[in-house]
């Protein structure tokens, strides 16, 4: 009986913990794919300004900034693409 229910418990305490780390995960993995998100809505708003300023955008600028992953840094990036006079001086800032 007290074996029983020791396993019991065992068992109880593992599928916690099993529940806790999958709850954990899955909010670890929302917030990655809302980060990525965010990311990718500020590239396409930039890229936006970019083009109805300048026209086409360069292939390596489009590629450099998808390779930017940090959100303060695309925010300072867009007002640069609303302010710069040129392309080029948008790319100084990249």
């Not at 593992?14 to 993995?29: C, M, N, P, Q």
């Amino acid at each position: 009986m007290v074996m029983t229910l020791q396993k019991g418990i065992i068992r109880e305490g593992y599928d916690l913990g099993i529940a806790e780390g999958e709850a954990r995960g899955e909010a670890r993995g929302e917030a990655r794919g809302e980060a990525r998100g965010e990311l990718k809505a500020m590239r396409n708003s930039m890229l936006a300004i970019l083009r109805n300023r300048f026209g086409d955008v360069p292939q390596y600028l489009v590629e450099a900034l998808n390779e930017r992953t940090d959100v303060i840094a695309m925010e300072s990036l867009i007002i640069t693409a609303a302010d710069c006079k040129t392309l080029d001086e948008f790319e100084s800032e990249l």
